[in-house]
């Protein structure tokens, strides 16, 4: 049981480069995220999925899009990145937990560094 | 909106101290609560969680107390060791609704911990 993989560990990128980051988990979960993890802002949550097909913005989506066409995997694409967009990317999984906490699992992070 | 506010850091004792973290939270609803830790270069994995009023999560020596008058989820461990260096954040959950919120969490912004030995 892998839990959750990230594709790649690490990443640098020239101004208005594109690129694609992929989440997988062999957990059955429903629902993935992606974060950004930057200095003293915690984490911030970019999109979401509830379900394979189905996708959401969450708090910083700009700059950003995402794709859930099959329910173990969640991408994240850059189709023109920015300096702005420099920071470590987690994906993170989790149940559908209509009555009880909702815990989530996390990836070991994406360090991207835009030139 | 919902938010949630931690101590700042960094926080750094010698091993064997008391730890305590604070954490209040800002929430319409009635949320979850939970401590999440991130070891150097690694992803968040959760330490502990309550989900209702006067619950106590606890792992690994640590705990916390749902308090729900004094909207708080302190973080305390009686006798740190080196092994807890790491970044702690604490969360919370909405109770997740097809009619709005999807029960995604919200984080402090962390506190980041050394222990000396």
């Known amino acids: 049981n892998a839990g959750v993989t990230q594709t790649p560990k690490f990443r640098v990128l020239k101004t208005g480069q594109s690129m694609t980051l992929l989440c997988a988990q062999d957990?059955?979960?429903?629902?993935m995220y992606w974060y950004r993890q930057d200095p003293g802002m915690g984490l911030r949550l970019i999109h979401y999925s509830v379900g394979e097909g189905t996708t959401a913005k969450g708090e910083v989506p700009d700059g950003y899009n995402v794709s859930r066409l099959k329910k173990q995997n969640f991408l994240l694409g850059l189709e023109s990145a920015a300096p702005s967009q420099t920071s470590v990317y987690f994906c993170?999984?989790?149940?559908?937990?209509?009555?009880?906490?909702?815990?989530?699992?996390f990836g070991p992070g994406t360090r991207l560094t835009v030139l | 909106g919902d938010s949630v506010t931690q101590m700042e850091g960094p926080v750094t004792l010698s091993e064997e101290a008391f730890l305590t973290i604070n954490c209040t939270y800002t929430a319409t609803g009635y949320p979850s609560l939970f401590w999440y830790v991130q070891y150097p270069g690694e992803g968040l994995q959760l330490l502990l969680k309550a989900t209702k009023a006067d619950d106590k999560g606890s792992n690994k020596g640590f705990e916390a107390t749902y308090r729900k008058e004094t909207t708080s989820f302190h973080l305390e461990k009686g006798s740190v060791q080196v092994s807890d260096s790491a970044v702690y954040f604490c969360?919370?959950?909405?109770?997740?609704?097809?009619?709005?919120?999807?029960?995604?969490?919200?984080f402090g912004k962390g506190t980041k911990l050394s222990v000396k030995p």
């Open positions: 969360a919370l959950s909405d109770q997740p609704n097809y009619g709005g919120s999807q029960g995604n969490l919200i």
């Open positions: 957990m059955n979960h429903e629902y």
């Open positions: 993170a999984s989790s149940l559908i937990t209509a009555l009880v906490s909702n815990e989530q699992f």
